[in-house]
């Protein structure tokens, strides 16, 4: 049984959580199946909006799907609280990430 396989069996059984949900996008981003990592990321944030390290992620498989200007927003929230913690090297990585969406939303 994979790792999916095994996080996607507690989601039936229930145990849906903010971190399962990371866990779940993060593993889908691994298989290159940002469409199914998305949904997972946007529950994570709905279920946790202070956890940093899923707007990082969220904002990641945003940018996989070419939804630049989701993206943006995604990591502009990101930062906001991953600043609010003292989180500043997620902050750094998401500005980082944040500038590439910019980029390529502007062509």
């Known amino acids: 049984m994979s790792i999916l396989d095994n996080l996607e069996a507690m989601l039936k059984r229930g145990q849906d959580s903010a971190l399962l949900r990371y866990s779940l ?12 990592a998305l949904g997972h990321l946007a529950e994570a944030v709905r279920l946790d909006p202070g956890y940093s390290a899923a707007w990082k992620l969220y904002g990641k498989a945003l940018l996989a799907t070419a939804r630049h200007a989701d993206a943006i927003a995604a990591f502009d929230r990101g930062i906001e609280v991953a600043e609010s913690k003292g989180d500043v090297q ?15 939303l502007d062509g």
């Open 90 to 104: 997620a902050a750094k990585e998401m500005k980082v990430f944040r500038k590439r969406a910019r980029r390529a």
């Open 25 to 36: 996008g993060a593993e889908y981003l691994k298989a290159d199946e940002s469409g199914q």
